[in-house]
């Protein structure tokens, strides 16, 4: 199977493992385990925080993130589609008490003054009272729902310094920021600076089975200690998989270029067959989406299925399909040719 429904499908390689098996650990909960510590220690320099957290899921360190900055009550701004508002199971919620207030985007990209008009004025005549007040703006870079677009810097600065004026903290879910590092060859340090908190993963192109990492200030992250403990989420021997986190960051972040070249390859590949709606053009990074004109998203995906690959059905007539690790260009070629023949079959209209 050519597995392209996301870039967390990919399996540990055999160098990774034997790093995972060979981890030197400790109690991590007690503050022992060096290889945890070592992990902690090098994300929060590459995102030049003070400190860092590693915790098991991109979830939990976007939840910790906004339970940090935000009370029962308060509101958090975020892009319509991002991935804590749609597919955290209502987390900012449930967990934190946030009211969620989305801004409108351009492929997962805001502006500074659609942030602003999202913030809104206080009416002279309303006791400030009664609103929910704004408290945290999330950023996701790259964008999922937005097909890996890269934030450009600037929109990033210009949309901080707006939720600053307005007394906004400032989370980045950065689950996939290597990949916009890779592409864009902006440090991942430099995309981090306006951010109060940074949420990493290591488990989605960088090709570890699990773990992301929070980074912010010491005050904060000790705070974020606190919340992991809270909702379970201190690990004992975590080394074992923080040595494939080290390892992912080591070997893999340098190959993500591959990723992208293949994905824009694929895209570009497909972009001209009968009943494919794509633009090239919008694929920056290793996520591709398209529609579907000419059948129903779901014969699509299992008539590709029977082809040997397998992409995701996203919403009522869209296609989501990630590159990776485990993706070859070969790989690529094949789940070309399989999208041309399935669309070319008599009756697939
Ligand atoms: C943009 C983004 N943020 C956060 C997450 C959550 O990561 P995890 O699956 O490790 O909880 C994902 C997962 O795919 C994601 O795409």
Redesign the pocket.
Known sequence: MIDLR?D?VSRPTAAMRRAMAEAPVGDDVYGDDPTVAALEAIVAGLLSKEAAVFMP????T?QIGLRIHGEPGDTLLLADGA??YV??GGAASAYSGLTLRAVPTDRGVFTAEALEAAIGVVHPFVPVELASPPRIVSV?NT??AGGGRIWPIERIRDVAAVAKAAGLMCHL?G??IWNASAASGISVGEYAAPFDTV?V?F??GLGAPVG?CLAGTRVAMVRARRFRQQIGGSMRQGGIIAAGALHALEHHRGRLVEDHVNARAFADGIAGLPGIALDPATVETNIIRFRVTSMPVATFAARLRDQGVLLLPSGRDGIRALTHLDVSRADIDRAIAAVASILDRPGSS
Request: net charge negative; glycine share 4%; with cysteine.
């Open positions: 996301s967390t899921t991109g979830t939990m976007n991935h804590i597919s955290e996701e964008s999922n879910d689950a996939r949420s993963c488990s989605k992301s």
